[in-house]
Nanobody, 121 residues
């Protein structure tokens, strides 16, 4: 059983900062990549940022220069530092991991339950 535990969401004023964290646990053999996605009401779920096992990162254009993704491979944890938050950043943020379970042939995507980030004007 694999579990992704998220923390750090909440309410913040525009211009403020939050840091999201997500720790993967369970019978994990290896993690290929981890990332964050978000979904606002009535909108499609969209990529925010991803980081591969080797450290390569990818960001949505809307968050470049404001958000920073990082990971601690030893702890199977991914972090998202969010600075200069805007009201349009308001969404449910979901942690994602592409990983292999011990003795499993195929890699699979796993998702956290989501954490709500609300940015007030």
């Amino acid at each position: 059983q694999v579990q992704l535990v998220e923390s750090g969401g909440g309410l913040v004023q525009a211009g403020g900062s939050l840091r999201l964290s997500c720790a993967a646990s369970g019978n994990i053999f290896s993690i290929h990549a981890m990332g964050w996605y978000r979904q606002a009401p009535g909108a499609q779920r969209e990529l925010v940022a991803t980081i591969a096992s080797g450290g390569r990162t990818n960001y949505a254009d809307s968050v470049k220069g404001r958000f920073t993704i990082s990971r601690d491979n030893a702890k199977n944890t991914v972090l998202l530092q969010m600075n200069g938050l805007k009201p349009e950043d308001t969404a449910v943020y979901y942690c994602n991991a592409e990983l292999y379970v011990v003795d499993q042939y195929d890699g699979m995507d796993y998702w956290g339950k989501g954490t709500l980030v609300t940015v007030s004007s």
